[in-house]
């Protein structure tokens, strides 16, 4: 069974960093895009930074210059790194990413079960 399993979330301080990893259980057959969101409370769930398989990314705006989402095929996992961290980025982050389990599966999107990230001093 695939499962994406996440971790790094943590408690820090206004200006510190943290390092999400997330990685797909499981030896899926193939990985497309793989991307962070996160939920503050109260609040949608929102897109934060995306990687396809040959690296090109895209982040959200108000995380641009301060998060840097990469990945590792061999390792079937997907990192944000993130700098400068404010309050207003206290959310659980959710690894999201398309695969296909076997050489015959369909294209499947599958999340992780989440990971809290806290800023505060």
């Known amino acids: 069974q695939v499962q994406l399993v996440e971790s790094g979330g943590g408690l820090v301080q206004p200006g510190g960093s943290l390092r999400l990893s997330c990685a797909a259980s499981?030896?899926?057959?193939?990985?497309?895009?793989m991307r962070w969101y996160r939920q503050a409370p109260g609040k949608q769930r929102d897109l934060v930074a995306a990687?396809?398989?040959?690296?090109?990314?895209d982040y959200a705006d108000s995380v641009k210059g301060r998060f840097t989402i990469s990945r590792d095929n061999a390792k079937n996992t997907v990192y944000l790194q993130m700098n400068s961290l404010k309050p207003e980025d206290t959310a659980v982050y959710y690894c999201?990413?398309?695969?296909?389990?076997?050489?015959?599966?369909?294209?499947?999107?599958?999340w992780g079960q989440g990971t809290q990230v806290t800023v505060s001093s």
């Open positions: 999201n990413a398309d695969l296909r389990r076997f050489r015959v599966s369909s294209w499947s999107t599958y």
């Open positions: 990687i396809t398989s040959g690296g090109t990314t």
């Open positions: 499981g030896s899926p057959f193939s990985i497309s895009a």
